[in-house]
């Protein structure tokens, strides 16, 4: 089992959960046949992440239910019972995804997410295991627990560099930066003169995977669905990056 | 101008009256055609409401 975490240091609103969310639905549809549970999603936030209330559906789906924070909280023995399945059915067959969420902000130690991490690998033995977390500090409870780093920035020099301090913190084989243009009026950076791809080039040592902007992805998050199940490449250029960056995470990590 | 052909015509002038009641219908016409097709553009664009009703389909990948 390998574990990535979608990056942007203290920044938030950056696309983290977005492009987390979708590569995790592409990789389980595309790994469908080759294991029962292809891929775990460990939503960190707390009070329900977006991810979490997308795969549950329902803003009030969490509601009753056990949670990641309860095991934190000791509440509940076994971690496992804090995990979910989502299963779709499309024209090409069925394919799911194992998904856990915080209900409350309690403090989660290294050592209870080091526990989790294990018993989801012996027990599910999923290929990745992908980890949301909310903006990072240096002492985050995920420093050193992850294979891979996937930074996501925006058309901010402070995100930029926020995301660059951090990356090092938080440890791992970094992978191919990915650059959120989700502003498409100003693609150059007054600071650098230079497009913003060089800039992240620059800070990064290597050129960004760029999604771009594209209004059909605020419809799909208004609907609390998930973009590349309802929309088709064709029509939403962010959807066909997406599924681009999805292709290399499958080389690179799968 | 429908007002102008109006007055024209009351005037007696009703060559220049009718000419001009014909541009001012032709100009009215094209200008609620042009809305239009501003409308159809506009329509192409699904709502949150009807991308919650598309049905899943396999991601292409």
Known sequence: MKKIIFLSGT?????????ALNTSVLLSYLWREATHYPVVYVDLTPNVGTAALILLGDVLASWGRPSLSDYVAGRLAEPLRAFYIRRWNTEKGAFQIVFTFMTQDVPLSRRQLEYVFSVVESRLRPRL?????????????VAG???????????????IEATRRYQDAVGGARLKPVLNMYIP??????????????VVENAFGEPPHVV?????V??????LEVEVLKLKPAESPAV?????YARYLSTRVG | ???AAFILALLGVTWIAAALYAVSVVLLVWRREEKKVETRVEAKEPTPDEIKKRPVTAPEI
Not at chain 1, 11 to 19: F, N, R
Not at chain 1, 129 to 141: F, Q, T, Y
Not at chain 1, 212 to 216: E, K, N, S
């Open chain 1, 129 to 141: 295991l992908v980890v949301d977390a909310p903006p990072l500090a240096s002492d985050s409870p």
């Open chain 1, 212 to 216: 771009p902007y594209d209004r059909l």
């Open chain 1, 145 to 159: 627990l992850v294979d891979y780093v996937v930074p996501v920035v925006t058309p901010d020099v402070t995100a």
């Open chain 2, 1 to 3: 101008m429908n007002l």
């Open chain 1, 185 to 198: 009026s100003y693609p150059i950076s007054v600071l650098h003169s230079a497009p913003w791809e060089r």
């Open chain 1, 11 to 19: 920044k938030g609103g950056t696309g983290k959960t977005t492009l």
């Open chain 1, 240 to 244: 066909k990056a997406i599924v681009e």
């Open chain 1, 218 to 223: 605020q419809a799909v998050r208004q609907a």
